[in-house]
């Protein structure tokens, strides 16, 4: 077996760097490539609420009575809606949360909880009638964005105000559809290449 020497090792200049590989510029180092969250926080920063809202929308008129629009949420699944004025402008919201605490008011359901919690007993008149319109619950606080708004500020305005449904406008004010957490969940399960159904979720 030989020993190899330093006459076999090439001379190295004090201070000299090692070539650099052909194609690559002296001092660099290639970029490592985006993550996947880099890479869906990109597309949420250029998406359009357009593309991803659902547009069929159901609005409320203010005068629209509270028992019909009661009736409606239950037959088509739905948990909240937009008021409108006449040239469909939004005026606010009504959840079924508005609708459970009127019916829960007016029932006196909800003074009968509190007595039972007392020990009082009690007893509610569940066949009281409602007969509120619309504009008597509306949240006058209207939440709504541009159609041209991104998806990463629907979601960030959802996630900081607690809502799970965003009215959206066109450039004239008019209600044009609606964004729900739903829709933005597809939308990433989509991006990532999930496998999605394309029945529409109210």
Do not use: N
């Given at each position: ?190 991006c990532t290449d999930l ?8």
């Amino acid at each position: 077996m030989s020993l190899s020497t330093t006459s076999d090792v090439p001379p190295v200049e004090s201070g000299s760097e090692p070539e650099p590989e052909p194609g690559s510029e002296p001092g660099t180092r290639e970029a490592a490539p985006p993550s996947k969250t880099e890479l869906l926080r990109a597309r949420a920063e250029s998406t359009a609420v357009s593309e991803v809202m659902s547009r069929s929308v159901v609005c409320l008129a203010p005068e629209a009575q509270i028992d019909a629009v009661a009736e409606m949420f239950l037959d088509r699944g739905l948990s909240s809606a937009p008021v409108v004025d006449e040239a469909w402008q939004p005026l606010g919201m009504v959840s079924k949360t508005d609708l459970l605490r009127v019916y829960a008011e007016q029932s006196g359901v909800g003074e009968s909880l509190r007595e039972r919690a007392r020990g009082k007993g009690g007893g509610a008149d569940t066949q009281a009638g409602v007969t509120s319109q619309v504009a008597d619950i509306t949240m006058p606080y209207v939440l709504s964005l541009h159609e041209e708004a991104p998806v990463s500020v629907a979601a960030a305005l959802m996630a900081y105000e607690g809502v799970h449904r965003i009215p959206i406008v066109a450039s004239s004010g008019e209600v044009v559809g609606v964004i729900s957490t739903l829709d933005i969940v597809r939308w990433v399960a989509r991006c990532t290449d999930l496998e999605v159904s394309a029945e529409p979720v109210a």
